[in-house]
């Protein structure tokens, strides 16, 4: 084996690393934000979704909460499929060719604001800047590969 196919080999196996690594962390931070989306109906917790290149737009998914649900309280377990399912195609796309691209984690409900700063009167059952506490430790997680 020549020094420049040894070089060659180690940038293919160093860019599918990090491809790992980023998609590791993408999924991981996505997921910690759905988890923690307060709930009051689901529908929130239920509207993400990850994109490449572009944010997405007009996105306003349904709730997943039966509405019965919400008289007899057992809110907090929302699975929010669809925003899981969003997170799992954009991460099954991370590819050591994507690396650089944008990858984006939206909400397009007018109201998310407003729950991430918890700035209305409704009785949100979550944390207080869930969005923002989970951005900022996504670099401070250790990732295994």
Request: hydrophobic share 35%; proline share 4%.
């Amino acid at each position: 084996m020549t020094f420049a196919s040894e070089v060659k080999e180690f940038k293919k196996v160093a860019e599918e690393n990090a491809a790992k690594i980023v998609a590791k962390r993408f999924e991981m931070t996505c997921t910690k934000i759905v988890d923690e989306t307060p709930v009051v109906s689901g529908k929130l917790k239920n509207n993400w979704t990850a994109t490449f290149t572009s944010a997405a737009s007009g996105v306003d998914r349904k709730s997943e909460i039966d509405p019965t649900r919400l008289l007899f309280g057992g809110v907090n377990d929302v699975p929010a499929m669809d925003s899981r399912n969003s997170i799992k195609e954009v991460v099954s796309k991370i590819k050591p060719k994507e690396i650089g691209n944008p990858l984006f984690f939206t909400n397009c409900l007018d109201y998310a604001d407003d729950v991430e700063g918890q700035k209305s009167s409704k009785n949100y059952q979550g944390p207080k800047g869930f969005l923002r506490r989970n951005v900022l430790v996504a670099g401070l997680r250790s990732i295994k590969l």
